[in-house]
Nanobody, 120 residues
Framework: QVQLVESGGGLVQPGGSLRLSCAAS????????MGWYRQAPGKQRELIAAISSGGSTNYADSVKGRFTISRDNAKNTVYLQMNSLKPEDTAVYYCNAGWDYRDFIGFGSWGQGTQVTVSS
């Protein structure tokens, strides 16, 4: 079972940037696709970005052009660079592992997430 630990959240002003990190356990991290989800208060968790084991990416329309997912297989870590942040990006952000970045379904245990708050 893949264990996941997210970090890097915080309070940022609209238009600002943050980079989130997700450290994953397991020796076969490089074989997994990885995805970032977010859950805003009162809303369902939604998938916003996914990356294949080889680095191909897929994004939700709401973050396309502003967010970039990347991975470092040597460090068992996946990143989410978030630019031009908006108040509607406020949410708890989670990562997970899956098999298909184009139809991503996370199968790992959910971590604690990291809170991102965009406010002036």
């Amino acid at each position: 079972q893949v264990q996941l630990v997210e970090s890097g959240g915080g309070l940022v002003q609209p238009g600002g940037s943050l980079r989130l990190s997700c450290a994953a356990s397991g020796s076969i991290f490089s074989m997994y696709a990885m995805g970032w989800y977010r859950q805003a208060p009162g809303k369902q968790r939604e998938l916003i970005a996914a990356i294949s084991s080889g680095g191909s990416t897929n994004y939700a329309d709401s973050v396309k052009g502003r967010f970039t997912i990347s991975r470092d297989n040597a460090k068992n870590t996946v990143y989410l660079q978030m630019n031009s942040l908006k108040p509607e990006d406020t949410a708890v952000y989670y990562c997970n592992a899956g098999w298909d970045y184009r139809d991503f379904i996370g199968f790992g245990s959910w971590g604690q997430g990291t809170q991102v708050t965009v406010s002036s």
